[in-house]
């Protein structure tokens, strides 16, 4: 029996260490990772038991029983839901029996309970009074017998507040731990930031306001910071996984070793942690470091922690997990290079993934994903986007023309593509309907672009529609603009662009340039009035020629473009003008290098082959 009760425990400025995963532990000792774990209480409790023993030797001062998954939904999966109360009943006379031969008076028994596995009625056809009866059942076989209740790696709200009301029915007095888990977006699975299920979790009224699983020490540690920042009075546990799983050799192996654990069970502490411990991957030598390291009081963690922007911790603003790729790169000054890819004319994707794999592996960083080019119909382009991101791994930009929407198709679109991974926006007008396959089409619009830029930053991403109603999350949109760096009277596209930065425009894609004195003229001119530099980076447009005819297309018939007559009469005395073409837009990215941030390749016909060769030059050692 413990000498002093949870809740004056708790009240102690030196944080509690709970144990580490079961599941793990009993994987490395061969256990397959498709039995049911909980029926180990069961049909092997001296391995279930053993395990107990390594946490204890560990210095674990928080032993739960091995009754996670052992509610009854979750135990039908093994045809074992008849079972539910002697499995847990049996997981908690095992753990007590581990702690009594022990001799420690230091430790405290903690029941164990997980989510159903089930979704909860709007969202699932399990009613409220059906989970209920679930986790009654659970927790009723258990509650007597353990100090604690930890509900943990929750992802509905309203699910934890039904095993939280159950275990109040049956003992109002019970100490509980309320744990919700994230994905790497910083949300639970049910679209929840940590900041909204502090505040719900709070008027529940648990002793401590827990985060477990989700992608490791570093996130956990960042969310930890925006949990007690939205509710400073309330305490708080942290038991992060071992990092992010991979399987090799058909084992179940998380990065993070035992001497990182040790390092962050102080950044933990220093965070103002109440109680610390392991989730999966962690095992018994994980805890040991953590043990070690808060028991030495000379010693503070080494770790270089990552700086957490105040507006992250107040709830919201990108974390490095929110911002996209582009984004970060672009950040981080680095020349980036995208390429212009149109949606297929019908579903066949096959062609349109095997080139955008072909573009990764030249090099590419993102793919821009045009919305019906010259009005042509088209697939859908952000789910063009989306397919590209998830088979091939490259990020995408979308184009979103603001032409042919109104305001409820505009937000509706934008919802959608943000619900599917798609981060990057590249708001232009569009091409109207008349020079397309529909020319008596739709054409009017209800926003234009600086218009839209301003709705997606302002509002979007601040979790508002342009009404001004609640859209429940904040959107995370990196948002782009067009460029016109040809355009003869320099100071009105100056006078434009500088509207859409102060509208919200995060970057800047310019049409065809094949002359960089015309960049130069423009960021100089820039400079001379605004009196700085452009203040978001440039990616500058390159559409190399493909031939004689392609380029006199371009110069004669095209509004805005501009080659010069030495480059004309370059491609038109060419052997091989597509090979020639390729090589001048190899010599402008290279150009373009030390002006701008990036270039953004457009293929002449669909060629992609040929934006890869033009990139190809990035990666030639330069003398």
């Given at each position: 029996?413990?000498?002093?009760?949870?809740?004056?425990?708790?009240?102690?400025?030196?944080?509690?260490?709970?144990?580490?995963?079961?599941?793990?532990?009993?994987?490395?000792?061969?256990?397959?990772?498709?039995?049911?774990?909980?029926?180990?209480?069961?049909?092997?409790?001296?391995?279930?038991?053993?395990?107990?023993?390594?946490?204890?030797?560990?210095?674990?001062?928080?032993?739960?029983?091995?009754?996670?998954?052992?509610?009854?939904y979750k135990l039908s999966e093994f045809n074992l839901q008849d079972r539910t109360i002697e499995?847990?009943?049996?997981?908690?006379?095992?753990?007590?029996?581990?702690?009594?031969?022990?001799?420690?008076?230091?430790?405290?028994?903690?029941?164990?309970?997980?989510?159903?596995?089930?979704?909860?009625?709007?969202?699932?056809?399990?009613?409220?009074?059906?989970?209920?009866?679930?986790?009654?059942?659970?927790?009723?076989?258990?509650?007597?017998?353990?100090?604690?209740?930890?509900?943990?790696?929750?992802?509905?709200?309203?699910?934890?507040?039904?095993?939280?009301?159950?275990?109040?029915?049956?003992?109002?007095?019970?100490?509980?731990?309320?744990?919700?888990?994230?994905?790497?977006?910083?949300?639970?699975?049910?679209?929840?930031?940590?900041?909204?299920?502090?505040?719900?979790?709070?008027?529940?009224?648990?002793?401590?306001?827990?985060?477990?699983?989700?992608?490791?020490?570093?996130?956990?540690?960042?969310?930890?910071?925006?949990?007690?920042?939205?509710?400073?009075?309330?305490?708080?546990?942290?038991?992060?996984?071992?990092?992010?799983?991979?399987?090799?050799?058909?084992?179940?192996?998380?990065?993070?070793?035992?001497?990182?654990?040790?390092?962050?069970?102080?950044?933990?502490?220093?965070?103002?942690?109440?109680?610390?411990?392991?989730?999966?991957?962690?095992?018994?030598?994980?805890?040991?470091?953590?043990?070690?390291?808060?028991?030495?009081?000379?010693?503070?963690?080494?770790?270089?922690?990552?700086?957490?922007?105040?507006?992250?911790?107040?709830?919201?603003?990108?974390?490095?997990?929110?911002?996209?790729?582009?984004?970060?790169?672009?950040?981080?000054?680095?020349?980036?290079?995208?390429?212009?890819?149109?949606?297929?004319?019908?579903?066949?994707?096959?062609?349109?993934?095997?080139?955008?794999?072909?573009?990764?592996?030249?090099?590419?960083?993102?793919?821009?994903?045009?919305?019906?080019?010259?009005?042509?119909?088209?697939?859908?382009?952000?789910?063009?986007?989306?397919?590209?991101?998830?088979?091939?791994?490259?990020?995408?930009?979308?184009?979103?023309?603001?032409?042919?929407?109104?305001?409820?198709?505009?937000?509706?679109?934008?919802?959608?593509?943000?619900?599917?991974?798609?981060?990057?926006?590249?708001?232009?007008?569009?091409?109207?309907?008349?020079?397309?396959?529909?020319?008596?089409?739709?054409?009017?619009?209800?926003?234009?672009?600086?218009?839209?830029?301003?709705?997606?930053?302002?509002?979007?991403?601040?979790?508002?529609?342009?009404?001004?109603?609640?859209?429940?999350?904040?959107?995370?949109?990196?948002?782009?603009?067009?460029?016109?760096?040809?355009?003869?009277?320099?100071?009105?596209?100056?006078?434009?662009?500088?509207?859409?930065?102060?509208?919200?425009?995060?970057?800047?894609?310019?049409?065809?340039?094949?002359?960089?004195?015309?960049?130069?003229?423009?960021?100089?001119?820039?400079?001379e009035i605004d009196g700085q530099p452009v203040p978001i980076p440039i990616l500058v447009g390159?559409?190399?020629?493909?031939?004689?005819?392609?380029?006199?297309?371009?110069?004669?018939?095209?509004?805005?473009?501009?080659?010069?007559?030495?480059?004309?009469?370059?491609?038109?005395?060419?052997?091989?003008?597509?090979?020639?073409?390729?090589?001048m837009a190899q010599e402008l990215l290279l150009d373009l290098k030390d002006l701008v941030q990036?270039?953004?390749?457009?293929?002449?016909?669909?060629?992609?082959?040929?934006?890869?060769?033009?990139?190809?030059?990035?990666?030639?050692?330069?003398?």
């Open positions: 029996m413990v000498t002093i009760p949870f809740r004056e425990r708790l009240k102690q400025s030196k944080p509690l260490l709970a144990d580490g995963a079961m599941g793990t532990t009993l994987h490395t000792m061969g256990m397959k990772m498709d039995v049911c774990f909980d029926a180990l209480n069961l049909t092997d409790p001296a391995l279930v038991a053993s395990v107990h023993r390594k946490y204890l030797d560990a210095g674990a001062e928080i032993l739960e029983t091995n009754t996670f998954s052992a509610n009854p499995i847990n009943e049996a997981g908690v006379e095992l753990a007590r029996r581990v702690i009594e031969a022990s001799f420690r008076e230091d430790v405290y028994l903690a029941g164990a309970v997980g989510p159903l596995g089930v979704y909860l009625a709007p969202f699932g056809r399990v009613r409220e009074e059906d989970a209920y009866r679930a986790f009654r059942k659970q927790i009723g076989a258990m509650i007597r017998g353990v100090d604690l209740l930890v509900f943990e790696t929750f992802s509905d709200l309203p699910e934890l507040a039904i095993a939280v009301k159950v275990a109040r029915d049956l003992d109002p007095d019970i100490p509980i731990v309320v744990s919700t888990t994230y994905t790497r977006d910083d949300r639970t699975l049910m679209g929840d930031t940590p900041v909204n299920a502090a505040r719900y979790l709070s008027e529940l009224q648990p002793d401590i306001i827990g985060i477990n699983c989700s992608s490791g020490p570093a996130q956990l540690r960042r969310l930890l910071l925006m949990m007690k920042n939205a509710m400073p009075n309330a305490k708080y546990s942290v038991m992060p996984n071992a990092g992010w799983p991979e399987t090799v050799g058909g084992r179940v192996i998380y990065p993070s070793n035992m001497e990182y654990f040790g390092e962050y069970a102080l950044a933990f502490a220093e965070a103002g942690a109440s109680i610390i411990g392991g989730c999966c991957g962690t095992t018994p030598e994980h805890i040991a470091a953590m043990r070690e390291a808060l028991d030495d009081e000379q010693r503070t963690h080494s770790i270089l922690l990552a700086p957490i922007p105040d507006e992250e911790i107040n709830g919201h603003g990108g974390s490095p997990e929110k911002m996209t790729r582009l984004q970060q790169k672009l950040a981080e000054r680095k020349f980036v290079v995208t390429v212009e890819m149109a949606p297929p004319r019908g579903f066949v994707t096959q062609k349109v993934v095997a080139a955008a794999e072909m573009l990764r592996s030249a090099g590419v960083d993102t793919i821009n994903v045009s919305d019906s080019p010259m009005a042509r119909m088209r697939m859908s382009p952000w789910a063009t986007a989306h397919l590209i991101q998830d088979r091939v791994g490259i990020e995408t930009v979308l184009h979103f023309p603001t032409r042919g929407r109104n305001m409820l198709r505009v937000q509706g679109d934008l919802l959608a593509a943000h619900a599917l991974g798609v981060r990057n926006i590249f708001v232009v007008m569009g091409d109207p309907t008349h020079i397309g396959d529909y020319p008596d089409a739709f054409n009017t619009h209800d926003v234009v672009p600086s218009g839209l830029i301003h709705i997606i930053k302002k509002q979007l991403n601040e979790g508002l529609d342009q009404a001004g109603n609640s859209i429940t999350q904040p959107t995370s949109f990196f948002v782009g603009t067009a460029l016109n760096l040809n355009r003869t009277d320099v100071e009105n596209e100056i006078d434009l662009l500088r509207k859409k930065i102060e509208a919200g425009a995060d970057f800047a894609l310019s049409q065809p340039i094949y002359d960089p004195a015309i960049v130069e003229r423009f960021l100089k001119r820039y400079e390159l559409l190399p020629l493909f031939n004689d005819r392609h380029a006199a297309f371009l110069q004669y018939e095209v509004p805005g473009i501009q080659i010069p007559e030495s480059q004309m009469e370059r491609i038109a005395g060419a052997e091989d003008q597509a090979a020639e073409g390729v090589k990036g270039a953004y390749l457009m293929p002449p016909f669909a060629k992609y082959h040929l934006a890869a060769e033009v990139v190809d030059v990035l990666a030639i050692p330069t003398l």
